[in-house]
């Protein structure tokens, strides 16, 4: 599941003692059995590329290439070369679902 990291830094430059606070909390990630199906009928190189940007997908909101989907059945996209993982996070209980990986083409959102 996730944890919570925390990491004091302070910082001097010139006269001024800046401190900040970062607080990292990973989410979990769990795939449908339609996600996993989807993923394994893929070329292998996609699928390694797929598996990894799903990972990183434990950093959430804080990754790239994610974007919110208005109108639809799934919260969340992530662009993997051609391909989307559609997904949905809850921020609140810290887990990220996803439901579908397709290739881009025109009915695909």
Not at 37 to 52: F, G, N, S, W
Not at 77 to 106: A, C, M, P, Q
Request: aromatic share 8%.
């Amino acid at each position: 599941m996730g944890y919570t990291k925390q990491l004091f830094q302070t910082r001097i430059g010139g006269n001024e003692t800046e401190t900040t606070k970062h607080i990292n909390t990973m989410n979990a990630v769990q795939w449908s059995t339609r996600a996993l199906r989807q993923v394994r009928k893929l070329p292998v190189l996609d699928r390694r590329q797929i598996t990894e940007a799903a990972a990183d997908l434990e950093n959430m909101p804080n990754c790239q290439q994610v974007k919110a989907l208005k109108n639809h059945h799934y919260g969340y996209r992530r662009r993997v070369g051609h391909y989307r993982i559609l997904f949905d996070w809850d921020s609140t209980v810290r887990i990220v679902s996803i439901e579908e990986v397709r290739k881009r083409n025109e009915h695909t959102y």
